[in-house]
């Protein structure tokens, strides 16, 4: 029987796995650049944890989780986002004992029982960040503009912001009772789930993807129109540091993200290159969370962004240029006596720095030049009879097409500052 990854996840192979480490590695120096450290929460928590803080009536509580019970009967679930888990270690280990905020980024994979199709997968991975411990405004605005700035520097661009104000729990019971009044008298006409959503979770009604649902709620009332004060303080001086940092963005009025535990700043970049799943990373405010997971009353902020959905967008926009790396060196072994020689010598290759592949086998000159060229090493090395018999090794340079003889033992060195000097030097005799 032959198997295939299970419908919904994908294989990384080694000819794009290059992409996702040179992804990898340009979020890891965003973060770096803006005072995040890397955290690794557990694959999976405890059930609780995301009903209560993501929302029950949310469609990833309802429909989406992969939830299964231990052997020990406890209920445990896949993380299907990465914000809870991280607020859970932060409150379980103290990591504001450290002083606040806590800057913390991440690389996971989460999990999600969805229609799979371009740029939504059953496992997908995220990059993000949470700052933990301050509710400045000018937090908000920084980290949009740190996202801003890694999607603009992957080559991204163009992309839409897109903001909204939640408000705060107590501001937003008289928006959900003018939202539930405003919707009543088309309530039959709305989708099942809407209509479920009218009696248990009214907000998650402006965020439902069904188009004649849209339609129906396209004049309801404005979220910010029924923020308190304070929240509309904080909107107001988040826009103002979006401005400040040159961010054009659109207030979206139905925008409220797919989680309860939002709260004030949320926000999307949205692309015109994936049709349908048009949003690339999005985020917000959760002041509320941290209490709700059993941590003291803390503010938080933070981004996930979809790096498969990503990558489609880069493909889209023609900036994944380049490819996997190539070996230095292609080491080339001719003879019984040169296996075991050329084995040291590629030890001693890799202890200075070169990446270094060999041909197995035993096959002919020939075969193994041919492979060498096939691999885009810049130096092939050929080890044979002769060059042991003269204690050598013939060094070809791939590149400026020259070839030399090398010392055996000095080979490594010799290597090393020949890549220092100006190509019309050499490394050795012709």
Same mark, same amino acid.
């Given at each position: 029987?032959?198997?295939?990854?299970?419908?919904?996840?994908?294989?990384?192979?080694?000819?794009?796995?290059?992409?996702?480490?040179?992804?990898?590695?340009?979020?890891?120096?965003?973060?770096?650049?803006?005072?995040?450290?890397?955290?690794?929460?557990?694959?999976?928590?405890?059930?609780?944890?995301?009903?209560?803080?993501?929302?029950?009536?949310?469609?990833?509580?309802?429909?989406?989780?992969?939830?299964?019970?231990?052997?020990?009967?406890?209920?445990?679930?896949?993380?299907?986002?990465?914000?809870?888990?991280?607020?859970?270690?932060?409150?379980?280990?103290?990591?504001?004992?450290?002083?606040?905020?806590?800057?913390?980024?991440?690389?996971?994979?989460?999990?999600?029982?969805?229609?799979?199709?371009?740029?939504?997968?059953?496992?997908?991975?995220?990059?993000?960040?949470?700052?933990?411990?301050?509710?400045?405004?000018?937090?908000?605005?920084?980290?949009?503009?740190?996202?801003?700035?890694?999607?603009?520097?992957?080559?991204?661009?163009?992309?839409?912001?897109?903001?909204?104000?939640?408000?705060?729990?107590?501001?937003?019971?008289?928006?959900?009772?003018?939202?539930?009044?405003?919707?009543?008298?088309?309530?039959?006409?709305?989708?099942?789930?809407?209509?479920?959503?009218?009696?248990?979770?009214?907000?998650?009604?402006?965020?439902?993807?069904?188009?004649?649902?849209?339609?129906?709620?396209?004049?309801?009332?404005?979220?910010?129109?029924?923020?308190?004060?304070?929240? /509309?303080?904080?909107?107001?001086? +988040? %826009?103002? *540091?979006?401005? =400040?940092?040159?961010?054009?963005?659109?207030?979206?009025? #139905? &925008?409220?993200?797919?989680?309860?535990?939002?709260?004030?700043?949320?926000?999307?970049?949205?692309?015109?290159?994936?049709?349908?799943?048009?949003?690339?990373?999005?985020?917000?405010?959760?002041?509320?969370?941290?209490?709700?997971?059993?941590?003291?009353?803390?503010?938080?902020?933070?981004?996930?962004?979809?790096?498969?959905?990503?990558?489609?967008?880069?493909?889209?926009?023609?900036?994944?240029?380049?490819?996997?790396? /190539?070996?230095?060196?292609?080491? +080339? %072994?001719? *003879?019984?006596? =040169?296996?075991?020689?050329?084995?040291?010598?590629?030890? #001693? &290759?890799?202890?200075?720095?070169?990446?270094?592949?060999?041909?197995?086998?035993?096959?002919?000159?020939?075969?193994?030049?041919?492979?060498?060229?096939?691999?885009?090493?810049?130096?092939?090395?050929?080890?044979?009879?002769?060059?042991?018999?003269?204690?050598?090794?013939?060094?070809?340079?791939?590149?400026?097409?020259?070839?030399?003889?090398?010392?055996?033992?000095?080979?490594?060195?010799?290597?090393?500052?020949?890549?220092?000097?100006?190509?019309?030097?050499?490394?050795?005799?012709?």
């Amino acid at each position: 029987m032959r198997y295939k990854a299970p419908r919904g996840t994908n294989d990384i192979t080694p000819d794009r796995s290059w992409q996702w480490q040179a992804l990898e590695q340009r979020f890891r120096d965003c973060c770096r650049l803006h005072g995040f450290r890397e955290i690794r929460t557990p694959i999976f928590e405890e059930t609780e944890l995301f009903t209560r803080s993501i929302g029950e009536e949310t469609d990833i509580v309802s429909k989406e989780m992969y939830t299964f019970e231990d052997r020990s009967g406890r209920s445990l679930t896949l993380r299907p986002e990465s914000t809870a888990p991280i607020v859970r270690a932060w409150v379980e280990h103290s990591l504001g004992a450290e002083g606040l905020p806590t800057k913390l980024f991440y690389i996971y994979s989460v999990f999600r029982y969805e229609r799979p199709q371009a740029g939504r997968y059953r496992q997908h991975h995220q990059f993000g960040v949470e700052a933990i411990g301050s509710d400045d405004p000018t937090l908000d605005a920084e980290i949009i503009g740190m996202a801003a700035r890694f999607l603009t520097d992957a080559g991204a661009a163009p992309f839409s912001l897109k903001i909204n104000s939640t408000g705060v729990p107590e501001s937003r019971r008289a928006f959900v009772q003018a939202l539930k009044e405003s919707v009543e008298p088309f309530l039959p006409e709305l989708c099942p789930s809407c209509q479920t959503r009218y009696e248990k979770n009214p907000l998650r009604m402006l965020d439902c993807k069904e188009e004649r649902c849209r339609e129906l709620t396209r004049e309801v009332p404005h979220l910010v129109d029924y923020l308190d004060v304070e929240s /509309a303080e904080h909107f107001a001086k +988040v %826009r103002e *540091g979006l401005e =400040a940092l040159g961010l054009e963005y659109e207030v979206d009025h #139905r &925008l409220v993200r797919g989680f309860d535990y939002y709260t004030r700043t949320v926000f999307e970049f949205q692309t015109d290159a994936l049709g349908a799943q048009n949003t690339v990373c999005g985020g917000g405010r959760y002041d509320g969370l941290v209490e709700q997971i059993g941590g003291p009353p803390t503010p938080a902020f933070g981004f996930g962004m979809g790096v498969e959905r990503l990558l489609l967008v880069l493909e889209a926009r023609g900036a994944l240029k380049g490819g996997e790396p /190539a070996p230095d060196v292609f080491l +080339v %072994r001719v *003879g019984e006596r =040169a296996q075991v020689a050329g084995l040291a010598l590629a030890d #001693r &290759l890799r202890r200075q720095g070169f990446s270094c592949e060999m041909d197995y086998g035993g096959r002919s000159l020939k075969a193994q030049m041919k492979k060498a060229g096939k691999s885009g090493a810049r130096f092939a090395l050929i080890l044979g009879e002769d060059e042991l018999a003269a204690g050598q090794v013939t060094a070809r340079d791939m590149l400026a097409q020259q070839q030399w003889r090398l010392p055996l033992e000095g080979c490594p060195e010799m290597m090393r500052d020949y890549l220092q000097t100006p190509e019309s030097q050499t490394i050795g005799t012709i």
